[in-house]
T-cell receptor
Framework: GAVVSQHPSRVICKSGTSVKIECRSL??????MFWYRQFPKQSLMLMAT?????????EQGVEKDKFLINHASLTLSTLTVTSAHPEDSSFYIC????????????????FGNGTRLTVT | DAKTTQPTSMDCAEGRAANLPCNHS???????VYWYRQIHSQGPQYIIH???NNETNEMASLIITEDRKSSTLILPHATLRDTAVYYC?????????FGQGTTLQVKP
């Protein structure tokens, strides 16, 4: 089955530093990748949609300069949390679809196992 | 995307069928119903999806009413490992928007 790998699984960083999270599709090419954030006891919140070779589309209220997304290849998208602060501590999850355009509607997304970010 | 409504929590006895309802009364004709689940501190896992017809796979069955305003996810023989948060999502824009889901507790 389709596998999405996320790295690192856990990261602790100091306030003011930047952290990069990688999301890779291991056995398929992902035209579209999505980034989510989840706070404790809450549901997943969609942050942005990442399309290979183009700029990411951010959801309302998500700062694009704070959360930099790069989707440089069909198998890799990265999320960089810049100048991290304790309130950025969260569980970050990526997902990917092998289907482009309208075909994405009838194709399940595959999720990574998430990255637990703790900012001290 | 149509909004979905699910009960906050449910219990199920181990070995019994777990029936998880979902209301999506504003669903449009081209919106698929997707079910995912999330086990604590892991990424969501795809379970099943459908448009109009009932669907079955190795994990579960999905029953969609004829008017498509509601659906039921059936786990035929629940095990302790099925304890998770189950999300029902109506999808047509290609983006999965998660609601609060149903916390299913499978008890021995």
């Amino acid at each position: 089955g389709a596998v999405v790998s996320q790295h690192p699984s856990r990261v602790i960083c100091k306030s003011g530093t930047s952290v990069k999270i990688e999301c890779r599709s291991l056995d398929f090419q992902a035209t579209t990748m999505f980034w989510y954030r989840q706070f404790p006891k809450q549901s997943l919140m969609l942050m942005a949609t990442s399309n290979e070779g183009s700029k990411a589309t951010y959801e309302q209220g998500v700062e694009k300069d704070k959360f930099l997304i790069n989707h440089a290849s069909l198998t890799l998208s990265t999320l960089t949390v810049t100048s991290a602060h304790p309130e950025d501590s969260s569980f970050y999850i990526c997902s990917a679809s092998p289907m482009p355009g309208p075909r994405i509607y009838n194709s399940p997304l595959h999720f990574g196992n998430g990255t637990r970010l703790t900012v001290t | 995307d149509a909004k979905t409504t699910q009960p906050t929590s449910m219990d199920c006895a181990e070995g019994r069928a777990a029936n998880l309802p979902c209301n999506h009364s504003t669903i449009s004709g081209n919106e698929y119903v997707y079910w995912y689940r999330q086990i604590h501190s892991q990424g969501p896992q795809y379970i099943i999806h459908g448009l109009k017809n009932n669907e079955t796979n190795e994990m579960a069955s999905l029953i969609i009413t004829e008017d498509r305003k509601s659906s039921t996810l059936i786990l035929p023989h629940a095990t302790l490992r099925d304890t998770a948060v189950y999300y029902c999502i109506a999808l047509n824009t290609g983006k999965l928007i998660f609601g609060q889901g149903t916390t299913l507790q499978v008890k021995p």
